[in-house]
């Protein structure tokens, strides 16, 4: 067994992390060439991509489970790298059937430019996954991928009981939460997230705005969203903090000490505008432990300001920049990121 480590990320440690994809974690030997490389370039930490079992399964070994015991033997750190809302990438579909995209197309985020000519086919009907998965693929500057909808209960529920299985199944030293967001304002149009919005609404309204969205929603299947667009916005975004609430609370039932942390778009009123991602509030609220902002541009002194700003932000919790370019690397050393 390998020895214990030191406590964890402390304000003033350095993280040195390696984002590992699961194509690395493809045999015993893979990962060990992977933790001896990662090492030898002074990497403390890896964020390992995980599946769970159906990775585990395909590849006849436990892939997570043999990259933590090497790791801790080799005293780096392993967070599970968890994409959360995203379920597929903007390629190809799955190849198993057992996925979510299959078992479930109906919890998936819906673009409001297609909404219409799907509420008309059965969401169970390969056709529904074919449209949806073809626009996406035709519009990967709108959306990097198929989504599902933290606005539907069953769907929340999926995931917390992942990531729930994930902590309980693997020594984990933290949840890295990836794609915790809407890939842009137009999506979530689905039947079932619209009543599930709907749902939510009718107990605010008077009976005679409850009985006039009705009798509109007879006619127009979008009635509630289009008559009551600021509404609908927040719905989903606080729909979406919920979800990192639950997520946090799950991981900490079960190992407290394991870090919480997410990536978030870097400016926080384009995350909350564009991607109802109002990380703001997840921090207010200690939803998070360590902030992972996407940091892009090639200007030195606005990177420096938007990292410095970002600090400020967390509030004294840790900020992960990952590193993209020398720039960012300069940045995240002159502001003395925590």
Do not use: C
Not at 19 to 38: F, G, K
Request: proline share 6%; charged share 20%; hydrophobic share 50%.
């Amino acid at each position: 067994m390998a020895a214990a480590l030191p406590p964890l990320h402390a304000a003033g440690d350095e993280v040195r992390a390696l984002w590992v994809r699961r194509t690395s974690l493809e045999s015993e030997d893979a990962i060990r060439r992977m933790v001896t490389s990662a090492s030898t370039a002074g990497f403390n930490t890896l964020f390992v991509q995980a599946e769970g079992d159906a990775m585990a399964a395909a590849q006849g070994f436990d892939p997570i489970g043999e990259t933590i015991l090497q790791a801790h033997a080799a005293g780096m750190r392993v967070h599970a790298w968890v994409d959360v809302a995203r379920v597929t990438a903007p390629g190809e579909l799955p190849f198993a059937r057992t996925h979510v995209v299959y078992q479930h197309p109906e919890w998936l985020m819906v673009p409001r430019t297609i909404a219409a000519e799907l509420l008309a086919i059965d969401t169970h009907s390969p056709d529904y996954l074919g449209r949806l998965a073809r626009w996406t693929r035709a519009n990967t500057d709108r959306a990097d991928g198929l989504y599902i909808s933290p606005l539907q209960p069953d769907a929340a529920a999926h995931v917390a009981e992942a990531v729930r299985d994930l902590v309980r199944r693997y020594a984990v030293d933290g949840v890295y939460l990836d794609h915790v967001q809407y890939p842009a304002l137009e999506f979530d149009y689905g039947a079932k997230s619209m009543a599930a919005f709907r749902d939510f609404l009718r107990g605010q309204l008077s009976l005679d705005e409850r009985q006039r969205l009705d009798a509109m929603e007879a006619i127009d299947p979008f009635a509630y969203p289009n008559e009551l667009p600021e509404q609908w916005r927040l719905f989903r975004q606080s729909q979406l903090t919920a979800l990192i609430a639950r997520l946090r609370t799950t991981v900490k039932a079960v190992r407290p000490a394991a870090i919480v942390s997410a990536a978030v778009t870097s400016d926080p009123s384009i995350a909350e505008r564009d991607h109802l991602q109002d990380w703001r509030t997840w921090v207010d609220n200690n939803f998070l432990d360590a902030l992972s902002p996407i940091v892009a541009g090639n200007d030195a002194a606005k990177i420096a300001a938007q990292v410095s700003e970002i600090a400020a932000f967390a509030a004294g919790r840790p900020v992960w920049v990952p590193i993209t370019n020398p720039l960012a690397a300069l940045a995240r050393v002159a502001n003395r990121v925590p």
